[in-house]
């Protein structure tokens, strides 16, 4: 299969990557025969509004205005790590943390049980929400977690960041700090790269997040200007139109 994939890449006449670390995977399987554009993912800045955390209804709902809310949103499946932010949620000490799941997947139950049998209290199932509550999902946290196997190096980029981005959350990001999320994150300032996954190292880093509030907002001004520089849709669109021209 590997062989027809990289033959495949081998007979366009143009390939376009999502990323720099895509962008340096398939040079290399092309030998560099092929030209390639980066092209990222967008985001819709329009549609995507900045609300005040105490006016969310989903932080209303549970009663966290007072609380340090990271949140991991989306597929809560088997290879999103699901089971090591249960764990990492064990080990944090400070009283001021959540841990808030939102979406669907193989792993709920697993959520709920932690839920159940934890006496911390301290991570929430919110269920799963369409689309069209999507700003009320995006603006429902302090700090949005996206995460990518270190197996998927070059192989694909959490689109979700961007959009957290929009919404003007930091990011906690785990997964292969020269991954395209992870140098956007460490090049511009708007979160923090776990590249090594030690559940208690991790849980260090989670309290100093919470410790440095100040951060919080100055990283999430920061990834919101980004996205409205870098990754608008009319910007790129333009790159698109470019191309094609």
């Not at 092929?34 to 969310?56: A, H, R």
């Not at 090591?84 to 792993?107: C, H, W, Y």
């Not at 700090?143 to 959009?163: D, E, F, Q, T």
């Amino acid at each position: 299969l590997k062989f027809f994939f990289d033959w495949a890449y081998s007979q366009t006449d143009h390939l376009v990557v999502i990323g720099r670390d895509m962008q340096k995977l398939i040079k290399k399987k092309t030998g560099g025969a092929i030209p390639i554009s980066l092209i990222t993912n967008w985001c819709d800045i329009d549609k995507i509004k900045v609300q005040l955390k105490n006016e969310n209804q989903i932080i209303k709902n549970f009663n966290l205005e007072h609380k340090v809310v990271f949140s991991f949103v989306g597929n809560l499946g088997r290879v999103q790590g699901i089971d090591f932010l249960l764990k990492v949620s064990s080990l944090v000490k400070n009283p001021d943390f959540v841990l808030l799941f939102i979406g669907d997947g193989a792993l709920v139950p697993s959520i709920n049980k932690y839920i159940e049998n934890s006496n911390k209290k301290n991570v929430i199932y919110a269920g799963h929400f369409p689309f069209s509550e999507n700003n009320l999902v995006l603006n429902a946290c302090d700090v949005a977690i996206v995460s990518l196997n270190k197996s998927m190096y070059g192989l694909g980029v959490p689109s979700k960041s961007y959009n957290n981005m929009a919404a003007m959350k930091p990011i906690l990001y785990f997964g292969d700090k020269k991954s395209e999320i992870g140098q956007v994150i460490e090049e511009n300032n708007i979160g923090w790269v776990c590249d090594e996954l030690n559940a208690s190292e991790v849980a260090r880093r989670i309290e100093l997040i919470i410790d440095e509030k100040k951060e919080i907002k100055i990283f999430g001004s920061n990834a919101r200007s980004l996205a409205q520089k870098d990754y608008s849709k009319k910007n790129i669109l333009d790159k698109y139109g470019n191309l094609f021209s």
